[in-house]
């Protein structure tokens, strides 16, 4: 018997409708209530959950009580076991955190979860990567990678993970500056990497598969990188999984996931580096920098490695910039963007360049502002 | 539309067709070989082998049991085939007849060349009538396949540049094109450099530009692409590739669209391949043999695997030429697939040049009527403006938006129409996608029945669309556990006997 | 003019063109620049009707000796043998013949059931549990073998007999050369012609991803010591992969049963005729080992049920190989293959049956010694040249002072009998020596010909 933890936020997305970005704080909840805001959570749970009455049998879901995920797994013809009880129409983030710590500790096999990308980061805040976690979208803000496309979808992977085993990867979560965000400035940071249902788009009948394996990818990329890497030159290794997976390759396992790091002659020369330290060591030697782009925005420089500043970047030399992704990250964002600081270098950067995919290949991606 | 239709099963118990395996009985036998000569080979006891596990039947239980499994396969033959990119075309039965003519079938390559001039001739011409066609000076005929013949692409390209002292490492590829050109790019040793497709669906000059630098070594292309587009701006794309150094090589999946219209050669392609399985209508045998002969420009002749084919004027004779120091030795062994070059030999005869000219005009207008009629049917969209040439691509994603069903769903339905699906997912640019190519075979009406199909299960889609989920119902088998097939794999009769004993 | 393939003529294209909203087909191609377009039309032959081609290429292909009308003594990678005609009538059924790939399993049933029976019965030919449903010929699968071991070991040396066709040879190291794969070459021993196991130690070290050898071999001998060669392999962590010649199975010991990780072969003999050369059926077998199956390169068939569970059914699987193939350096392209020519040997081997398949390998062993015994009598001429065993193919070579190999293969032409395949170009070493195979098709007057044929001519 399978246990899914459902982690219903109610009030995620009813922002959205009426023109807010958003719905934390209590403020702003009340004026989209006024505007007339209506929950859109509980519909994007109950789409989801359809997907799962075929393995109804198979699977016990612990949930919190009334709209926090009870109501909606019931109406779904559930027989949900209430692991944490909430007041109605009172819910808050702590009731989502509260939630989401005694599911970890009941030993869960996945947390779904419906709402943006708020409830995203404050279940990561509690289970890190130690539980797996999926997320239905119903959030304006959905940034992170933690959500699978549509609610359905949630639930078609969410059954198919707890019944049939699916590999998991590893994906951002993205903690957004919300003041900023309302005042239409988009300011993410990269909170951490939550384990997420990795479903690969099954295609046996088009000619040739197109998406595959993240970590297959990345060790690919990482088997290049390392080939083409060169004694006596400093490379500047910035935040992700991907970065991670070169350093892996020379045998590094204590690289930091969400820092900058200095690899050289293949050895961990400085781990987690603010520019300081970074524009030091590489005073008189040859530098190379390796970045992956971030969030579903695609910054490759500005979000999550502000380390790596215009200063850095200009000692270093455009031409010695490696923009590594596997082709499902690149699917997910449509150009790269840039935001270094220093306008005149973020127009030095724009263009197409090659970001490394694979083993021996390269595709060519626009960079904008 | 009346859906009496049924494809042809045979069943039995829990399977259809049995394996031959289990159709065996002891002792019959299903061929009489002749009386074998008195001398006894010497063959060491540790050599022999002890026993041999093979199904035993005789020939009519051969037949039978091969013949009720050809039922339960569709074919171009039965029903219409819009396979986007692989120009599921009628197959002229003269080609099979002629080249299954003892002359032609057995002959050895290893024979005296003087006992194979008809042979040698047949070739010879085939050879130089793709090179008309492809507007190239030379042709090898060696490759037997599309993904064989970019192998040999790639090693030509790497020996011109070789030869000229140029280490070359890069070879450009859209992001539209078919798996088997990185696959290739990669095989050859290339590093392979994606370029994005414009907004136009078309190779986007700019990054291409970005793209070329002096390690450039080709840029591997098919005009049309597979969205069906003509690649408007290939002179300059042409342009950019040579200023730079490298080479143009022309993937020939698409030659149906351009046939007798415009040349590759002319084009500025300095390979180019074709796809005798393809254009020049062979027939594809569930997957091969097929043919891809490759040609070049007068300055990669030398290259060329050995052995070519020559004509000795003095002497009137024809013969293989081994004798090519720069050739980039061979990609298979003897000439290429004979069997398969007679059969396009003969197409080639039978069309003539105003045949291959209306072979390319009408498989253009097959595929602009079917995008035009399809305009009328809601859910599906084409997302590039104008006209395409041999094919389309839909994209079902409104569908989708609209009822959820998915662009694999409704491929799967329309084999519950009589009509083999067309490529869904690719190319993956485009969402939701459905590649359609009908080809110059197919009759007004049968593209009209087409439309009106894809009409019927776009309603079906907003009204029941649990009927395209459990698609296809009316076939001979029904959607079968693939994700199962993957984890636990049953590859062979052993495997699964020994899955039965657990 | 109308054409026969063509049905949207004159009045139905005229209404099409009004439905898409042209008057000109040439508006359809307005955006080919003007400069390029053709102008004029293609410089071919006009066309031809049925009766007329028919006439055109018989007049051509008379100009061909079959050897179903005179005594031949050809092999050497592709082998003359009876195609059975239920064999040939089957697959020409147009449901075989005119179909696509079997990507759509609901439909093409017939097709992946046949390929699986292929799979499954070459596995029993070789003795491995898993075989792909087919590549080009023989020396691609050799090819593609050779870049398998070195994904699987990620190892780059990949050692192979001396005595190799050197047609496989080349093809080997265009497969090989963008991985950077080294290819050595191990000499035989003079007089058996068999691999010299000394210098075959000597090179095999960690960096050998591969050991292969060709049993029998091109020159028709049998490597008796297999079981030796495959421990020098393992030893070292190498894979061990042989070439085979199907038809030998009948007799001789299957691969997998004597340490083969990999088989690979020419499936022509079985059910195909020898088509000039093309198309051919390239083997490709290993042993059910994880790490293998993963980089097996080409189609699998597989078998598994419904979704509801309830009816066996095939499917192409392990469509993620090609991921995994794809990620590495020594990657595979492989995607159409012979899937036609695969059915054909289905067909054929379930026709022949275990005891069939067996007097059939008997017959051609049988039929070769009673040649080479005939040959080796004459004086002037040894047959085979190499002491070791051989199944159905020798090498002659030609001992008379003053007559050249092919002076001897040109006398017997004119007697009407082609001789086996001169070897000067590819083993100088060797002399005045040819290639000769012989098969259950050769009847004992054909034979008796060439004996005496060629003691005249050595007279």
Known sequence: MKKLGLIVNPIAGMGGRVGLKGTDGRDVLRRAIMLGARPVAPDRATAALKNLAQVKNLVLIVTCSHEMGEDEARMCGFDPQVIHHVRSGETTAADTKEAAYKMKRDGVDLILFVGGDGTARDIYEVVGGDVPILGAPAGVKVYSATFANTPELAGIVAARFLTEGLP????????????????????????????????????????????????????????????????????????????????????????????????????????????????????????TIIVSPIGKQGFIFGRGNQQISARVIRKVGKKNIMVVATPHKLSTISTLRVDTGDPELDDELQGYIPVVVGYLQTKMVKVTK | MNMSYHQARWARG?????????????????????????????????????????????????????????????????????????????????????????????????????????????????????????????????????????????????????????????????????GTNFASGAM????????????????????????????????????????????????????????????????????NGVLGKVRPGDMGFDIVHFNLHKTFSTPHGGGGPGAGPVGVVQKLEKFLPVPTVEYDRKRRRYYLDYDRPESVGKIRSFYGNFGVLVKAYVYIMMMGPAGLREVGETAVLNANYVMRKMADVRGFEVKFNGPCKHEVVFSAEPLKRETGVTARDVAKRLLDYGMHAPTYYFPPIVPEALMVEPTETETKEELDRFVLAMRAIAEEARSDPEKLRRAPTRTAIERLDEVKASREPILSWRMYKNRAKL | ????????????????????????????????????????????????????????????????????????????????????????????????????????AEVSQGVLQALFEFQSMICELVGLDVANASMYDWATALGEAALMCARVTGRRKFIVPEIISRDR??????????????IVKIEPEKDTGQLNLKKLRREVDEDTAGVYIENPSYLGFLETRVDEIAEIAHKVGARFVVGVNPISLGIIKAPGDYGADIVVGEGQPLGNPVNFGGPALGIFACRDDEKLIRQLPGRLVGMTTTRNG????????????????????????????????????????????????????????????????????????????????????FTLRCERPGLSIEKFNRELLKHGIHGGKTLKKEFPELGETSLLCVTEIHTKEDIDLLLEAASRIVK
């Open chain 1, 168 to 287: 998991v990867r590893e994906a951002e979560v993205m903690d957004i500056d919300e003041e900023a965000f309302r005042k239409n400035r988009l300011m993410s940071e990269l909170k951490g990497y939550a384990k997420v249902p990795y479903e690969p788009v099954m295609m046996q009948a088009a000619k040739e598969s197109s998406t595959g394996f993240d970590l297959a990818d990345q060790k690919a990329i990482a088997r290049w990188m390392v080939d083409l890497m060169e004694r006596g030159r400093m490379y500047i290794l910035g935040p992700g999984t991907t970065t991670r997976a070169v350093a892996e390759e020379l045998g590094i396992y204590n690289s930091s996931l969400l820092g900058v790091d200095l690899i050289m002659g293949h050895k961990l020369v400085a781990r987690d580096v603010n520019e300081c330290q970074i524009l030091k060591k590489i005073e008189n030697i040859p530098a």
């Open chain 2, 14 to 178: 829990d399977r259809l067709e049995p394996l031959v395996f289990e159709l065996s009985s002891k002792d019959r036998k299903g061929i009489r070989l002749p009386q074998k000569l008195p001398a006894r080979p010497e063959i060491p006891d540790e050599l022999i082998r002890d026993s041999l596990e093979l199904p035993e039947l005789s020939e009519p239980e051969v037949v039978r049991h091969y013949t009720r499994l050809s039922q339960m396969n569709y074919g171009v033959d039965l029903v219409f085939y819009p396979i986007g990119s692989c120009t599921m075309k009628y197959n002229p039965k003269i080609c099979d007849e002629l080249a299954a003519l003892e002359e032609a079938a057995f002959i050895h390559p290893d024979q005296d060349e003087d006992t194979v001039q008809g042979a040698l001739e047949l070739m010879y011409r085939l050879e130089h009538f793709l090179s008309e066609i492809g507007g190239v000076s030379r042709v090898c005929l060696h490759p037997s396949a599309g993904a064989h013949g970019e192998l040999l692409g790639m090693l030509l390209t790497r020996a011109y540049h070789s030869s000229r002292g140029e280490d070359r490492s890069d070879v450009i590829i859209p992001d539209s094109a078919h």
């Open chain 2, 188 to 255: 050859a040793g290339f590093h392979v450099v994606i370029i994005p497709s414009n907004n136009r669906g078309r190779v986007d000059l700019e990054a291409l530009k970005a793209a070329v630098s002096d390690r450039t070594a080709a840029l591997m292309l098919t005009n049309p692409n597979t969205l069906g587009l003509f690649e408007d701006e290939i002179l300059e794309i042409a342009e950019v590739v040579h200023e730079a150094g490298g080479l143009l090589y022309y993937d020939g999946a698409n030659m």
């Open chain 3, 1 to 104: 003019m109308v054409h026969q393939y063509i049905p949207n003529v004159s009045k139905i294209r005229k209404q099409m063109m009004d439905e898409v909203g042209i008057k000109d087909i040439e508006e359809l191609f307005a955006d080919v620049p003007q400069e390029i377009k053709l102008d004029r039309e293609l410089r071919l032959p006009p066309p031809m009707s049925e009766p007329e081609v028919r006439r055109h290429l018989s007049s051509i292909l008379s100009k061909n000796k079959p050897f179903t009308r005179m005594p031949t003594f050809l092999g050497g990678g592709v082998w003359p043998h009876h195609v059975p005609s239920h064999v040939r009538s089957v697959i020409h059924r147009s449901e075989f013949l005119t179909s696509y790939t079997p990507y759509q």
């Open chain 3, 169 to 182: 040879l080349s093809v080997l190291q265009n497969y090989t050369s963008g991985a950077h794969l080294r």
């Open chain 3, 310 to 393: 309830e009816t066996w059914g095939y499917t192409m699987v392990l469509q993620t190989r090609e991921q995994h193939i794809r990620r590495e350096r020594a990657t595979s392209n492989i995607c159409s293959n012979e899937a036609l020519c695969a059915v054909a040997a289905a067909i054929y081997l379930a026709s022949l049956g275990p005891t069939g398949f067996r007097d059939l390998a008997e017959t051609c062993a049988a039929n070769a010694k009673y040649a080479m015994d005939g040959l080796n009598r004459i004086d002037g001429l040894e047959a085979p040249v190499f002491d070791s065993p051989h199944f159905n193919e």
